[in-house]
């Protein structure tokens, strides 16, 4: 009993942190696509920048720095995709799957050119990353059957970008929901005509959104190469891009369900790790694949129309054309 | 503050988009505090002109006097600082926004929005109560009806602090009753010194509500009118250039047998929301029967269930003796064969392809037609030759069936469906909208057509917002309110305020009857 209530926790404190670069990514595309800008080249800006922060945290020795290099991609990719679909009004998902492309390319020559490990980083040592920091108060707690466990287990034991994952969300809920930027955001992605009527730009307010969008997904990144593991490995963002433009769907654009998505989705990966090989008895060996395939799967089912209905920022999509 | 006689004065103002002017030396003064109609043919120029006052386009050259003040607008911004506001034709609201956030919305005051929303509730409700501006300020817009909506674009401007007040086509989506309250509020604001600019193609509003009145022609300013001293015929010819007549004269006939026939008919759609619900009417030959109501009422299901493109939930319709239920679809390619002809409300969606030559667009749905088919391709010299026919005998201009579809103007394109579909001589003919953005001139033609296909024993059923249209065509009329007829009258009986208390569902079933047989 003891071993399966621990087992538990352990699924959980592993959800936790495979959740948290999905909860950054999907805020992310929350700030582009409830500005009306379609942001499939999350991926791409989430590997761009795991790879740039495992680069600077190897040359400078600083997690810090390789955190502020991997911004600095992410948002620059940002400010690609928006210079395409906002000045030139480019087509979203074109120049979104560009980026993705790019950044998959990229990222794997300019580290053979860089560190000649086939593509990969160095291994960062401890003081070239972040590390886990223990809450206080765990000692106090451990005692207390139950409570001190969970506590210990987890709550404790997360680096840094972990809690700022967990933290962000209400704070980006009352920015969205609360503030003069925040019903500018909303507006331009229903009805941009009306917001350009108001006197305000469409385009500027764009552009805001992205910026914002790019620093969330290189934080995302670098959470993958300097937090989560300790150095960039190619392709390490294995889909978890899509993954989170999934749960901003199936969350429906919204912070805290995005959240609750983010951290379903999250579950089924920790799920689907833990019971690798698990056989069950007259069954057969579980097939974990049909586990990670769920967040898709959940999400098509979603936009069937079967789990209530998810109904899209109206303008998402759609180039600003001033008209008339 | 603002003592200058004119509210706006404009001069010499030039607009060209590639070699065409849309405004050409235009000129123009509205009085401080007077309520002034521009009226104009589509394409006359009046909402560039506008758009160049909003700051939405830059004028080539010209100036913009505002109070008094010369004023040059790069955008929409600094227009509204100088005091105008605008209604635009399509609203321009977020749907899922309450009223209150969509008045804010670009005037928020303050990065916070507590602050900004507690002052504007009270200022919106003194502005309500003081022009009879109701509405719910945290209603949702897409729970509003349209009227309402309008009023939150008002309400919108004022709260800018708009002191002039731009309102384009604002009653082609109200019923008369909206209108009426539309125009007590402009008494209002007009008391209380607000400057009123009102953009339309009715002459009956321009000769009711405003004190002076522009007409724009091709691009230019062609008159200026004190209200009073003049009459809409007068105007209607400084509009179109020549003389029109505005009431169109038919003669009495006697209906024939029965064509279409509806009984009890219901279309619910995927959402399971009726549509149309246990409706019933027939169409004699030789009959027009018009079909009013406020749009968004049924109309469009309507036509498209009568033509074949969505299907009956139950009820039944007969058309030329032949049976449609919900077990039954007729597709349109066989109602056409039987002899019915659809002139679609929505011509740019539903009644021709943008990029695709006139004489591709007249025969969408007839591609069959063995006349212009060889054995196996189209015979495109027939096409051609057949088109030019028809827009030499309905007079679409340019008669060139090469161009593009896209590039006639919108009463040419209507004159091209009309054409197409009248071609074949059918037996019942389904209009909807047939002179929605059409100029007077075009309007004066279809409706001789639609009358013309009537005398000769045709069956028609008009669908319009066009109160005047229907009462003027058609010598029935069937009024829809929220998918159910809420009133039959016979044209003659019917005036615009009976109609709009039947729109609005005032009457209930039994003083219905009594205003048939009274």
């Given at each position: 009993m003891n071993d399966f209530f621990l087992t538990i926790i352990l699924t959980l404190d592993a959800t936790i942190r495979v959740s948290t670069p999905l909860i950054l990514a999907s805020m992310a595309g929350l700030f582009s696509e409830r500005s009306g800008v379609v942001d499939i080249g999350l991926e791409g800006k989430m590997l761009a920048s795991a790879f740039i922060a495992a680069s600077a945290a190897t040359v400078f020795g600083s997690p810090w720095i390789g955190l502020l290099a991997g911004i600095l991609a992410s948002c620059s990719l940002s400010m690609l995709h928006g210079f395409a679909t906002i000045t030139h009004r480019g087509d979203q998902i074109v120049s979104g799957v560009a980026i993705n492309i790019f950044a998959a390319g990229m990222s794997i020559i300019l580290g053979l050119a860089w560190f000649q490990q086939g593509g990969l980083t160095p291994t960062l040592t401890s003081d070239q990353r972040f590390l886990s920091l223990s809450l206080p108060g765990v000692d106090l707690f451990n005692n207390i059957p139950v409570i001190g466990t969970i506590y210990r287990e987890l709550f404790s034991g997360h680096n840094l970008i972990v809690y700022l994952a967990f933290l962000i969300v209400p704070f980006i809920w009352w920015v969205v929901y609360r503030t003069r930027f925040g019903l500018q955001l909303r507006a331009v992605g229903e009805n941009p005509k009306a917001v350009d009527t108001a006197g305000l730009s469409v385009n500027m307010l764009r552009y805001k959104a992205l910026l914002v969008g790019g620093l969330l997904c290189g934080i995302a990144g670098a959470y993958l190469s300097i937090a989560h593991n300790a150095q960039f490995t190619r392709d390490m963002t294995a889909g978890q891009g899509f993954i989170a433009l999934a749960a901003l769907i199936f969350g429906k654009w919204k912070p805290y369900t995005v959240l609750s998505a983010c951290l379903l989705f999250g579950f089924l990966d920790a799920l689907a790790v833990r019971l690798q090989g698990v056989v069950i008895p007259g069954?057969?060996?579980?097939?974990?694949q049909l586990i990670e395939a769920t967040p898709y799967l959940l999400t098509v089912i979603l936009l069937a129309g079967f789990i209530g209905r998810a109904i899209p920022p109206k303008s998402v999509g759609q180039p600003y054309i001033k008209e008339r | 503050m603002e003592e200058s006689k004119y509210a706006i004065e404009l001069v010499d103002i030039d607009k060209r988009f590639g070699p065409v002017y849309?405004?050409?030396?235009v000129c123009l003064k509205v009085e401080t505090g007077s309520v002034h109609g521009i009226i104009g043919e589509n394409g006359a120029g009046k909402s560039t002109l506008m758009s160049i006052l909003y700051g939405f386009y830059k004028a080539d050259s010209g100036n913009i006097k505002v109070f008094g003040n010369k004023l040059q607008f790069n955008d929409s911004h600094q227009a509204i600082k100088s005091g105008i506001g605008m209604v635009h034709q399509h609203f321009m609201l977020v749907d899922n926004f309450t009223v209150i956030e969509n008045v804010i919305?670009?005037?928020?005051?303050?990065?916070?929005?507590h602050e900004g929303l507690k002052s504007a509730r009270d200022e919106l409700t003194r502005l309500g109560k003081e022009y009879g501006l109701k509405v719910d300020l945290d209603a949702t817009i897409e729970s509003l009806s349209v009227g309402s909506q309008q009023r939150v674009e008002i309400l919108k401007a004022l709260y800018k602090g708009a002191k002039i007040l731009i309102l384009d086509e604002p009653t082609g989506v109200l019923t008369p009753q909206e209108t009426q309250d539309l125009f007590r509020i402009f008494t209002a604001l007009k008391k209380e010194g607000v400057t009123i600019i009102l953009i339309t193609h009715k002459l009956h509003e321009i000769i009711s509500i405003t004190d002076n009145v522009s007409v724009m022609r091709g691009g230019k300013m062609v008159a200026h009118r004190q209200t009073s001293k003049t009459n809409r015929e007068d105007l209607a010819e400084l509009m179109v250039g020549r003389k029109v007549l505005l009431q169109v004269s038919k003669d009495e006939k006697i209906r024939g047998e029965v064509l279409l026939k509806v009984s009890n008919l219901s279309v619910r759609d995927s959402n399971n929301i009726d549509r149309l619900n246990d409706i019933s009417f027939e169409i004699h030959a030789g009959e027009i029967v018009g079909i009013a109501g406020v749009s968004g009422n049924g109309q469009s299901t309507l036509l498209k269930v009568l033509s074949g493109i969505t299907p009956v939930s139950s009820g039944t319709i007969e058309i030329l003796g032949h049976k449609m239920d919900a077990d039954n679809l007729i597709y349109p390619d066989q109602l056409r064969e039987l002899g019915l002809a659809h002139v679609p409300e929505d011509r740019q969606r539903m009644g021709l392809i943008g990029n695709f030559t006139a004489s591709e667009t007249s025969i969408i749905g007839y591609h069959n037609d063995k006349r212009i088919n060889d054995k196996l391709i189209l015979n495109n010299s027939k096409v051609r030759e057949n088109c030019k026919n028809l827009m030499s005998d309905f007079d679409?201009?340019?008669?060139?069936?090469?161009?593009?579809?896209?590039?006639?103007s919108g009463g040419n394109q209507q004159k091209l469906i009309v054409a197409r579909e009248f071609e074949r001589d059918p037996k019942i003919l389904l209009i909807g909208q047939p002179t929605r953005g059409v100029d007077i001139g075009a309007i004066e033609f279809i409706h001789k057509r639609i009358i013309a296909l009537r005398d000769s024993g045709r069956a028609v059923l008009l669908v319009s917002v066009e109160l005047e249209e229907i009462m003027s065509i058609s010598d029935r009329i069937v009024v829809l309110c929220d998918g159910q007829v809420s009133g039959r009258i016979d044209s003659k009986d019917a005036d615009e305020k009976t109609l709009g208390m039947m729109m609005a569902n005032v009457f209930s079933k039994e003083d219905n009857l009594e205003a048939l047989s009274g």
């Open positions: 069954f057969g060996e579980i097939p974990v | 849309a405004n050409n030396k919305l670009g005037s928020e005051g303050g990065s916070l929005l679409v201009r340019p008669g060139n069936p090469d161009l593009r579809s896209d590039n006639f």
